[in-house]
């Protein structure tokens, strides 16, 4: 499934074949604050059921808050290294959102492309 532009934001849903069905809610919001896309997330198992955050947050750099769109709780990946980062990769303005879902992909090992 491609990203889809809804509300304001792109979305992608994502099933993960393990020991179980995880479904992966995905929403990348442009946010004024860190002058960059941030990529917030929600994970269920096949049932419906939230995966528990300790699951979660077994990766430093993923935080919880309120979704700037939805209002609702979603987790998301730590922005405040990416424009620093890019900026010293010398990443042009038109390839940024495709290195940040690069980098995404990798660290959370989910194929987003």
């Keep these: 499934m491609e990203w889809e532009t809804k509300r304001g934001f792109l979305e992608k849903r994502i099933e993960i074949f393990t020991d179980q069905i995880y479904v992966w809610d995905l929403h ?18 096949q049932s419906g059921s939230p995966v528990s955050p300790f699951k979660i947050r077994e990766i430093e750099f993923i935080s919880q808050e309120e979704h700037p769109v939805l209002g609702i709780p979603y987790y998301f990946i730590h922005p405040c290294q990416s424009n620093l980062l890019m900026n010293e990769l010398k990443v042009k303005e038109k390839d940024r959102l495709q290195f940040l879902i690069s980098m995404w992909q990798n660290n959370l090992g989910l194929k987003l492309l």
Excluded at 30 to 41: A, D, G, Q, R, T
């Design 28 to 45: 990348i919001v442009e946010s004024s604050i860190w002058e960059c896309h941030v990529l917030y997330f929600r994970i269920q198992d």
